[in-house]
């Protein structure tokens, strides 16, 4: 009966600690968190925060980041009129309910924004300054270079679901800072904890800024891909500090661990005051001014017209002499390789390339989670399978893709001929995100595509 009961406990032992180091399995791949000092910009709290992940509606904070500065250049007042359209009006909740062909004034569009989180109105906002959402999101990334936040690619002002769209948590703690710095005669609208517009009172998603002592803002965001979202600045005596945490799997469950975090930063400087002492204080950088991010903008797409223009040109050649050597390019750094052999098709080997290569894409915490490998990203589909394995091969040199699984897809139409569909296969959901927002940032234009048949192991 001794031995049984000895044996009983011992299972009892094994089966606690299994449940213990199991535990990391069931963990959440969307999660990420970081705390800076405000001023200092010294790190407090990391926890995969150069792993991209989407933003939702954080993306918010950027599309008032570029009206304030719209204010800021005198083209708006905050009374000035926004014109809604018909597409601004019809987007998807959460929104006001605008009606195509009025308008709104920008004060009203801030505690929209800032308390409701109306995509509709950020739709407006967008098409006011840029003339289309499309531009402002071009604006919104060139903006977000421009402060430093190196991860970020932006393809809407409201947050809604985009594979493209991708963020980090110290990105978002970058914007939150500059946020702070570079406007603070309009920051008070942060803290708004409700706001009234058509008889109808909102109250703010933030409910940090009534629970937790000295929280001031920021924004908060959520989809189903992004999981729960939060940025909060908060004071402490001379000390603020900016936390992120994204990825929460419920709002209190994601406000709870920003309190810890918040607390242990708060607790860590208390320890060591010289941590962040006025001595050491960064200045932040010099805010950039609308003209000039214009500017900037219009040389990067005339840049990148030039480079695509002489990369055909570079293809071509190598199309029209396939028994030549492969020529070298200095100016792009590509090797492209003659088309008319069937030197690829060692490239088309179907494999799972090993996660370890992949820490400028997938944050260290995600290489035991990831599981899901169904996802692929389509660079184009080609009238010869020989084109479309060239431009895969040089898409996957210049976008640092050469350990990812390539497949040339035979998609046969109507008309009796082929088109081959050249893609990066065996991909999960956040890396063929990631992977296609690289190429992008390269010049090659690239697609998410679901559900991807993926190739055979």
């Not at 009234?196 to 891909?225: C, E, F, M, P, Q």
């Not at 990067?300 to 030039?306: H, I, L, Q």
């Amino acid at each position: 009966m001794g031995w049984v009961f000895r044996c009983v406990i011992i299972l009892g032992a094994v089966l606690t600690l299994a449940g213990i180091f199991s535990a990391p399995a069931h963990a959440n791949s969307k999660y990420a968190a970081y705390v800076m000092h405000a001023d200092t910009g010294d790190v407090l709290f990391d926890r995969y925060s150069t792993a991209r992940r989407y933003p939702a509606s954080l993306t918010k904070m950027m599309t008032l980041y570029l009206l304030f500065e719209e204010l800021d250049a005198g083209a708006l007042t905050l009374q000035s009129k926004l014109k809604v359209s018909a597409r601004a009006a019809g987007q998807p909740p959460s929104k006001l309910g605008l009606k195509a062909g009025s308008t709104i004034d920008v004060e009203t569009a801030i505690e929209a924004l800032v308390v409701k989180s109306a995509n509709d109105v950020a739709a407006v906002v967008a098409e006011h300054i840029s003339g289309s959402e499309w531009r402002f999101a071009k604006k919104m990334t060139t903006t977000a270079r421009a402060l430093g936040m190196s991860r970020t690619r932006f393809r809407n002002a409201s947050g809604l679901p985009n594979s493209k769209q991708v963020t980090t948590a110290r990105d978002m703690a970058i914007l939150g800072q500059r946020v702070v710095q570079d406007f603070p005669q309009y920051y008070h609208y942060f803290s708004a904890k409700s706001f009234t517009w058509g008889g109808r009172t909102y109250a703010s998603h933030n409910r940090l800024v009534n629970t937790y002592n000295g929280a001031d803002g920021i924004k908060t965001g959520y989809t189903r891909r992004s999981g729960f979202n939060l940025v909060t600045t908060a004071v402490n005596g001379d000390n603020r500090l900016i936390g992120v945490v994204l990825g929460g799997r419920t709002s209190r469950s994601r406000d709870r661990h920003m309190r810890d975090i918040l607390n242990k930063g708060f607790a860590s400087i208390k320890r060591k005051p010289m941590l962040v002492a006025a001595l050491h204080r960064k200045k932040p950088a010099p805010r950039i001014k609308p003209t000039l991010l214009a500017k900037l903008e219009q040389d990067a797409t005339e840049a990148a017209a030039k480079k695509h223009q002489l990369r055909r040109e570079i293809m071509t050649a190598a199309l029209v002499q396939p028994t030549m050597a492969a020529p070298v390019d200095d100016r792009l750094g590509v090797l492209i390789a003659a088309a008319d052999t069937d030197d690829f098709n060692e490239f088309e080997r179907s494999r799972i390339a090993a996660l370890d290569g992949d820490e400028g894409f997938v944050g260290e915490g995600d290489r035991q989670y990831i599981n899901e490998f169904s996802w692929a990203v389509q660079i184009g589909a080609y009238s010869t399978k020989a084109l479309a394995q060239e431009e895969l091969e040089a898409a996957a040199i210049k976008g640092g893709l050469t350990n990812r699984t390539r497949a040339v897809i035979p998609a046969p139409r109507e008309d009796g001929t082929t088109l081959y569909r050249a893609r990066f296969m065996n991909l999960s959901e956040i890396e063929a995100a990631a992977a296609c927002a690289g190429l992008d940032d390269k010049g090659v234009s690239c697609f998410v595509a679901a559900d991807a048949e993926p190739a055979a192991q």
